[in-house]
């Protein structure tokens, strides 16, 4: 028997599971939310590693539900670091009252729905069970820790860490030899900063990417009126753009101008804050491969003017995909460590890593001692998390099992046999490609609102019908059937994670049209549903 009864249970106390579990204590629900650390905050909890900061603007990347708490709370800084995002979602939590309802250091291993009495029990690592009548999974999509699958890893007897399992500890790098494997955006964050002060660092490059400066700077405590007054601006701009960032796409060719406009367009953007160069530029850039080798080019011309060794630029700039087709890693200086007398760059593609061993990492045609390593490999993105719980519906169907093709799902909210689950960003969920807190609150806010018309209607029972989730899918690959975002091998596409089906796992039509058909669902009575 289960150890205890609720009406709904959050599997993760991130953004998304904070902000469910304030909605639905609003309801009146006894909620209890499990949460594998032991602290709130979830990406922002986990990922504690040498320069993690955001790489969307501060002031847009907070929740705008509390006027209270928009008014309280100083963001520092333009892009804050990981320290102070921390310190915002406890102050939140602290604010909101949170923790009463959250069991920490609770790992949810498995979840089965049962039928006859329709209601989810949940196990939790250790053995402990909790039911409910509904499961919402807050689970976040990039949480599943992917480690590369190296020979030796265990055998080496130096200091080594995962980027998203870092210790609360401070650590030194003064005078240590480093290695830091991937130069994703958690790659690109982590090597500027111990660039700064190791002895030697040796960056180990599978692929190389594009990335973009960050142009981070401080807001000072005379700016903080201003910014404060601005917020129902920037969450209106948030709202109409395309990912739910402060920036939106010029809708304008780039064969509209003359190259001399253009590139001084990009010029502008480059300079700029954060994603504008990437998000803010023209729309082809995303559609049109002769317009992506534009941006591309003046890109690449960059790195080559910021990096002084033309074969170590060389190796830096991407040859298998063009400039946007992957999150873009937003950098500090990160091209200048490279001109450092203690940063060596190792092509992974010339010389692979044979094993990692006792004293450092053997490549194809050396060894290389190191006293330290960093696993800057990412993550089994958006559907890992559900795999790595078991997850059972109607009749003992595995959901592991029922994606093994891909992610199916409607609205990326629901599936097909496993009824009174919602998922918080899950896969094909418009909260995915997207500034992810704007959309958070939209996801967040839809479930409340439909398990609130279930109440008012005495349903007990609620799930997708498998018409409407085949048309969901089919509609999200149909928003990328254009998009040069299918064309490279990134998270995106699930090609990280190797023996994983290669295919679209976000939603591609933008913030605007998901929130529009959410709303439409629901406005009809939660269409594509079957309640009772």
């Known amino acids: 028997m289960p150890n205890q009864q609720f009406d709904a249970i959050i599997v993760g106390a991130g953004i998304a599971g904070m902000y469910q579990l304030y909605r639905l204590r609003e309801l009146g629900l006894k909620v209890r939310a499990y949460e594998t650390g032991d602290?709130?905050?979830?990406?922002?909890?986990?990922?504690?590693?040498?320069?993690?900061?955001?790489?969307?603007?501060?002031?847009?990347?907070?929740?705008?539900?509390?006027?209270?708490?928009?008014?309280?709370?100083?963001?520092?800084?333009?892009?804050?670091?990981?320290?102070?995002?921390?310190?915002?979602?406890?102050f939140v939590a602290d604010k909101l009252d949170l923790r009463k309802d959250i069991q920490f250091n609770s790992k949810v291993t498995a979840a089965r729905f049962l039928q006859d009495e329709n209601q989810w029990e949940v196990e939790i690592e250790g053995g402990e069970k909790a039911r409910?009548?509904?499961?919402?999974?807050?689970?976040?999509?990039?949480?599943?820790?992917?480690?590369?699958?190296?020979?030796?890893?265990?055998?080496?007897?130096?200091?080594?860490?995962?980027?998203?399992?870092?210790?609360?500890?401070?650590?030194?790098?003064?005078?240590?030899?480093?290695?830091?494997?991937?130069?994703?955006?958690?790659g690109v964050q982590v090597i500027q900063e111990v660039a700064k002060t190791a002895k030697q660092l040796t960056v180990f490059q599978l692929d190389a990417n594009w990335c973009a400066p960050l142009n981070n700077s401080r807001i000072t405590d005379a700016e903080q009126p201003a910014l404060k007054a601005s917020y129902p601006e920037v969450f209106k701009k948030c709202r109409e753009s395309f990912g739910g960032f402060v920036h939106q796409f010029d809708m304008r060719s780039i064969f509209d101008v003359t190259p001399e406009e253009r590139e001084a367009i990009f010029e502008r953007l480059y300079a700029e804050p954060g994603f504008g160069i990437w998000l803010g530029n023209f729309h082809d850039i995303m559609t049109d491969e002769k317009a992506n080798a534009i941006i591309t080019d003046f890109i690449a011309r960059k790195i080559r003017q910021r990096v002084k060794d033309p074969a170590?630029?060389?190796?830096?700039?991407?040859?298998?995909?063009?400039?946007?087709?992957?999150?873009?890693?937003?950098?500090?200086?990160?091209?200048?460590?490279?001109?450092?007398?203690?940063?060596?760059?190792?092509?992974?593609?010339?010389t692979p890593i044979e094993r990692v061993n006792a004293t450092g990492?053997?490549?194809s045609d050396k060894q290389c001692d190191l006293d330290f390593?960093?696993?800057?490999?990412?993550?089994?993105?958006?559907?890992?998390?559900?795999k790595r719980i078991d997850i059972r519906g109607v009749d003992g169907q595995s959901l592991s099992e029922r994606w093994s093709d891909g992610p199916h799902t409607y609205l990326?909210?629901?599936?097909?046999?496993?009824?009174?689950?919602?998922?918080?960003?899950?896969?094909?969920?418009?909260?995915?490609?997207?500034?992810?807190?704007?959309?958070?609150?939209?996801?967040?806010?839809?479930?409340?609102?439909?398990i609130k018309y279930m109440q008012a209607h005495n349903y007990k029972r609620i799930e997708t019908t498998l018409a409407a989730e085949d048309a969901w899918t089919d509609h999200v690959y149909d928003t990328v059937k254009d998009s040069l975002l299918t064309k490279a091998d990134s998270w995106f596409m699930g090609a990280n994670t190797p023996g994983k089906k290669r295919t679209f796992l976000?939603?591609?039509?933008?913030?605007?049209a998901y929130r529009a058909k959410c709303d439409e669902v629901a406005a009809k009575g939660y269409e594509g549903f079957k309640m009772q």
């Not at 955001?54 to 928009?70: G, Q």
């Not at 990326?412 to 094909?428: E, I, K, Y």
């Open 39 to 90: 602290g709130v905050g979830g990406v922002w909890y986990w990922n504690r590693y040498p320069g993690a900061r955001f790489d969307s603007e501060s002031y847009s990347y907070a929740f705008s539900f509390s006027d209270e708490i928009l008014k309280e709370w100083n963001w520092s800084e333009r892009f804050s670091g990981q320290a102070e995002n921390e310190r915002y979602y406890n």
């Open 506 to 512: 976000l939603y591609g039509g933008g913030g605007p």
């Open 361 to 363: 990492i053997k490549t």
């Open 312 to 350: 170590v630029a060389d190796i830096l700039i991407p040859k298998d995909h063009g400039f946007g087709m992957k999150r873009v890693p937003m950098e500090t200086k990160y091209y200048e460590a490279y001109n450092q007398d203690n940063v060596k760059l190792v092509d992974l593609r010339k």
């Open 373 to 386: 390593i960093i696993y800057a490999t990412g993550f089994d993105a958006v559907t890992g998390g559900y």
């Open 132 to 186: 409910a009548r509904y499961m919402i999974t807050a689970l976040g999509p990039l949480s599943a820790v992917q480690m590369p699958r190296i020979e030796g890893i265990d055998s080496f007897k130096g200091e080594y860490h995962h980027t998203a399992r870092w210790p609360k500890t401070p650590v030194d790098f003064k005078g240590k030899r480093v290695g830091v494997i991937g130069t994703g955006a958690t």
């Open 412 to 450: 990326g909210m629901q599936v097909t046999g496993f009824p009174n689950m919602f998922m918080l960003v899950g896969p094909h969920n418009g909260a995915t490609f997207c500034n992810i807190p704007r959309c958070i609150e939209q996801n967040v806010e839809w479930v409340t609102d439909c």
